[in-house]
């Protein structure tokens, strides 16, 4: 009979990733697996009525928010474990993130903005798109949100008015995600159609004081579902449909690096605090291969994986001290990941080619 720590035991395989030299867009060729390693997930929240499409960890590490139709699910990871739900009836909750002090939590969803306030659950709306919002985040310094919608536009609204600032048109096919650059002064947003797999997603980057397009990120082969800056901002990390993670260069959108590895499209990243570690989680209609993968942003080399749902990954996040990730999943649960082990685990020789 199988044990408890069999049943949820997930086998994280380190293996260093093969440098490739003289293209700046070369691939990374993963190499054959090194001695894997036991990672225990500390916690796993069952019982979701649906999908649970978006997560967000709190700043202050105490509540996790979870995303899922017609409701925010607020989840303690402490010893309590307590959970509570705010009803939020607007369809899937495709979006989440709490604002940089924790006083406020952006939702996005079925053709609304829902700004959260945590201490009351009182829940105001911004309207103006048309779709699913599948895109949120605060700046920097909490006084603005950035959007992205199924309507083929990103927004930029001031807080806590709530008054549109500016209205990007330049996407021809559903904004899917946005990520602010660590000094506000620049956005980026995705684009892809899940309808139309096989078009080619771009990523544009437009300037925040007057809404100008700046350049667009072209090189994904499929849609492109996430997208992140690198905490200095001086790079731009996707994940797409085409199941690979492209890093650019910020300035001049240049082509990095490409990192294979996920055998499903890339549906969500996340840096860790001190922006040592990407996490990017993936997962398509089938089983397996739903994995969560973590990064060394330094070298590109690849950390681990972890085989974390038995269905599609749909959130992935940081706790604050980088020490925990949380992930939720169209298995309907939600599952928090210790990540101790890795700053433990020696670095392993090159595997044989």
């Not at 904004?175 to 980026?188: C, K, Q």
């Not at 771009?202 to 492109?224: A, E, F, I, Q, Y």
Request: hydrophobic share 35%; with cysteine; aromatic share 8%.
């Amino acid at each position: 009979m199988r044990t408890w720590a069999m049943r949820f035991a997930a086998v994280v395989t380190i293996a260093l990733l093969a440098s490739s030299m003289g293209s700046a867009s070369a691939q990374t060729k993963l190499p054959k697996a090194t001695k894997p390693a036991v990672v225990k997930p500390l916690h796993t929240w069952k019982g979701f009525s649906d999908w649970t499409t978006a997560v967000a960890y709190a700043p202050d590490g105490k509540t996790i928010a979870i995303g899922t139709y017609d409701k925010l699910e607020l989840l303690q990871p402490g010893e309590s474990g307590s959970r509570r739900s705010v009803e939020f009836s607007h369809g899937f909750v495709r979006a989440l993130q709490y604002s940089p002090d924790g006083s406020t939590l952006a939702l996005g969803a079925y053709q609304s903005v829902g700004i959260l306030n945590v201490a009351t659950t009182e829940v105001r709306l911004l309207k103006g798109h048309r779709g699913y919002v599948q895109g949120v985040v605060f700046s920097p310094n909490g006084r603005q949100l950035a959007t992205a919608a199924e309507d083929e536009t990103a927004r930029i609204w001031s807080l806590p008015d709530g008054d549109e600032v500016h209205s990007f048109t330049g996407h021809r096919l559903p904004a899917t995600a946005i990520a602010f650059s660590g000094d506000g002064a620049l956005v980026a947003s995705s684009d892809g159609d899940v309808d139309q797999p096989r078009r080619k997603g771009t990523v544009h980057l437009w300037d925040t004081k007057t809404g100008n397009p700046l350049r667009t990120l072209t090189g994904h082969s499929r849609g492109v579902n996430c997208v992140v800056f690198s905490h200095d901002g001086q790079q731009v990390i996707t994940g797409s449909a085409d199941e690979t993670i492209c890093v650019w260069n910020t300035a001049d959108g240049m082509l990095l690096k490409t990192l294979e590895g996920h055998s499903r499209p890339v549906n969500a990243l996340a840096l860790s605090p001190d922006g040592k570690w990407l996490a990017s989680g993936g997962g398509g209609r089938f089983k397996g291969m739903n994995n969560v993968k973590l990064w060394n942003t330094s070298s590109w080399e690849e950390l681990a994986t972890i085989k974390a749902h038995d269905a599609r990954v749909t959130g992935v996040g940081f706790s604050p001290d980088g020490q925990r990730l949380v992930s939720s999943s169209y298995d309907k649960t939600v599952k928090l990941w210790d990540l101790s082990g890795l700053n433990a685990t020696p670095k392993q020789p090159p595997a044989d080619e």
